[in-house]
């Protein structure tokens, strides 16, 4: 079993929905990264948290310690919002490695 | 120019070439890391530069010869690379090596 685990794998919605994305880990973490892949490669960071809530412009980063469960909300999503998002958590132990999801993918439709 | 850069964007090597990747970062940042992504997995960490200092090396074959000459530049020097190495080669850098990272756009390797 990884030891981040990212749900859905793959996500398909019309513009304007609300999104879910989940995160899920089983290590004890210093921090949770939140990541955004676009086609072509380049990533860009949304947001690192430890605790609580983020929120910038439509996107919305919760983070549960004790439930060792992060989610990624989009509010009125659009198809520029589609790309692969990834989770990441800093584990406390190991020196701190960085330890990646494996993505999942969003595809948001007009 | 702002954030990290990546050059060249796409590269197409033979098996018996000799090519590099370069980074550069303008953040003012001391730590700075390799990735590789190949297709549908996740990202795989290579080498971290701390201070200038590679302070990881994970398990990386020593085809692949990082070099950090300075804070803001990262080279990863390629020599008779494999077919399997194709993939996307991401370079990020961070104030300090466990802060936030930020990405540079990637380099497309394709080895032939």
């Known amino acids: 079993k990884n030891e981040v685990e990212q749900s859905p794998q793959n996500l398909t919605a019309q513009e304007g929905e609300f999104i879910t994305i989940n995160c899920s880990y089983s290590?004890?973490?210093?921090?949770l990264h939140w990541l955004q892949q676009h086609p072509g490669g380049g990533i860009v960071s949304l947001f690192m948290l430890s605790s609580g809530k983020k929120k910038h412009g439509r996107l919305i980063a919760t983070i549960n310690i004790q439930e060792k469960h992060s989610s990624l909300h989009i509010t009125a999503s659009h198809p520029r919002d589609s790309a692969v998002y990834i989770c990441a958590v800093y584990r406390m132990d190991s020196n701190y490695q960085l330890i990646w999801g494996a993505g999942t993918k969003l595809i948001i439709k007009p | 120019e702002t954030g990290v850069t990546q050059t060249p964007r796409h590269l197409v090597m033979g098996m018996t070439n000799k090519k590099s990747l370069k980074c550069e970062q303008h953040l003012g940042h001391n730590a700075m890391y390799w990735y590789k992504q190949s297709a549908k997995k996740p990202l795989e960490l290579m080498f971290v530069y701390n201070f200038k200092e590679q302070t990881e090396n994970n398990s990386v074959p020593s085809r692949f010869s990082p070099e950090c000459p300075n804070s803001s530049h990262l080279f990863l020097h390629l020599h008779t690379l494999q077919p399997e190495d194709s993939a996307l080669y991401l370079c990020a850098s961070s104030q300090a090596r466990f802060y936030e990272q930020y990405f540079g756009p990637g380099t497309r390797l394709t080895v032939t």
């Open positions: 290590v004890g973490i210093s921090a």
